[in-house]
C-alpha cells in the first residue's frame, strides 16, 4: 500500500470525546490513584500548552490492565510528559508486588524525559503517592541519551514493559483516516509521521519479536519477544 505521508495531521480532543462511554463502562484505577491523576490533568491542562499529549481514561485504564496482565515487574517509559501514564503503570505494579509480596526495588518504573518542567510536575504529583514514590525512577534529558547510559551503568537491568507514545495516528491517518479536522500544529507532523512508519516498518522485519497493531485509539501496536 502506498500511503502519503504529507498529509498534514491534526491533533485533537477527538478521542477524549469518542471515549466518554469507555470510560464509563471500565473498571476505574483506585480512587486515590483516580483523584491524584484528576489534579494533575487539571494542572496539565492549566499550564501546558500541549495538554493533548496526556493519555486519556480509557487508555489509562488499558495501560494498567497490561501492565497486569503482564504481570511486568520493571517498566520503562519513554517521554513522560506530566506523568499521568507512569502514575497508572506505577499503581498497576503496586497492585501485584502487594500480591505476590515482591522486593520493592524489582517492581518499578524508569521514567525518561526531556522536558524538564513536564518532569517537575510528574514528580510533584508521584511524591504525593507514597507507595508509589519509591518506585519510580526520573531521568531526564534526551531518551536515546539516557537509554546509552543505563544500559551501559547497569546492563543487568532488564525492563519487561515499554510505554512510548509516537505520534502514530498521523500515519493510521495516512491510511485513510483522513475525515479529521485539520489543526495548526506547529511541528513537522509529516516528518514525523516517515520515521514513525519506518519504525513500524522494522519492527515487522525485526525476527526477534512479535507485533500486533491494533485499530485502537489512534493505533497501538503490542510488541512481544518471541
Ligand atoms: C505524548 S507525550 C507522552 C505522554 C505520556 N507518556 C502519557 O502517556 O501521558 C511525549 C513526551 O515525550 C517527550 N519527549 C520527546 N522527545 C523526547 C526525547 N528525545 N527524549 C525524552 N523525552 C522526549 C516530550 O517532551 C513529551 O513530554
Given amino acids: 500500500m502506498v500511503y502519503d505521508l504529507d498529509f498534514q495531521g491534526n491533533i485533537d480532543n477527538r478521542l477524549r470525546i469518542q471515549e466518554e462511554y469507555t470510560n464509563d463502562f471500565s ?4 480512587p486515590l490513584i483516580n483523584d491524584i491523576i484528576q489534579s494533575l490533568i487539571e494542572e496539565t491542562e492549566r499550564d501546558f500548552e500541549q495538554s493533548q499529549f496526556m493519555t486519556t481514561e ?4 488499558f495501560l494498567y490492565k497490561l501492565v497486569k496482565l503482564f504481570g511486568s515487574s520493571c517498566v520503562l517509559e519513554i517521554g513522560t510528559f506530566t506523568g499521568v501514564a507512569t502514575i497508572t503503570m506505577a499503581s498497576a505494579l503496586l497492585s501485584h508486588s502487594i500480591t505476590a509480596n515482591e522486593d520493592k526495588k524489582a517492581n518499578k518504573v524508569v521514567l525518561l524525559e526531556v522536558d524538564s518542567k513536564a518532569i517537575d510536575v510528574a514528580r510533584k504529583y508521584i511524591q504525593k503517592l507514597k ?7 526520573f531521568i531526564l534529558g534526551p531518551a536515546i541519551e539516557s537509554l546509552i547510559r543505563i544500559t551501559k551503568e547497569r546492563p543487568d537491568e532488564q525492563h519487561d514493559f515499554i510505554f512510548i507514545v ?5 500515519v493510521h ?16 507532523i ?3 509521521a516517515k520515521q514513525i512508519h ?4 522494522h519492527v515487522l522485519k525485526d525476527q526477534r519479536i512479535q507485533v500486533v497493531m ?3 485509539f489512534d493505533g497501538a501496536s503490542i510488541i512481544t519477544t518471541n
Fill in 173 to 188: 491517518r495516512q491510511a485513510g483516516y483522513a475525515d479529521m479536522k485539520p489543526i495548526n500544529f506547529k511541528r513537522d
Fill in 214 to 216: 491494533l485499530p485502537l
Fill in 198 to 201: 519506518q519504525f513500524n516498518e
Fill in 131 to 137: 507507595d508509589l514514590e519509591d518506585r519510580v525512577e
Fill in 190 to 192: 509529516p516528518g514525523m
Fill in 166 to 170: 509516537l505520534f502514530y495516528g498521523q
Fill in 58 to 61: 480509557t487508555q489509562r485504564q
Fill in 27 to 30: 473498571t476505574p484505577l483506585p
